[in-house]
């Protein structure tokens, strides 16, 4: 997602941090008062797949 998408008010935007080190960003999507969407975030920076991790593995 661009930054006009992620700006829209269906979208809400979480940062995870550790001090002043940015560890993650994650999104979800309003899709209707009932559902929502998990909007993929890529990687950034040295980030390296972990391939013991399941949390959102396809």
């Given at each position: 997602?661009?930054?006009?998408?992620?700006?829209?008010?269906?979208i809400r935007l979480w940062?995870?941090?550790?001090?002043?080190?940015?560890?993650?960003?994650?999104?979800?999507?309003?899709?209707?008062?009932?559902?929502?969407?998990?909007?993929?975030?890529?990687?950034?920076?040295?980030?390296?797949?972990?391939?013991?991790?399941?949390?959102?593995?396809?």
């Open positions: 997602m661009d930054l006009t998408e992620l700006r829209s008010p269906d940062t995870i941090w550790e001090d002043e080190t940015l560890l993650g960003v994650g999104a979800l999507k309003r899709l209707s008062p009932e559902h929502g969407e998990i909007v993929e975030c890529p990687p950034f920076g040295d980030h390296v797949p972990d391939p013991n991790s399941v949390f959102m593995t396809p």
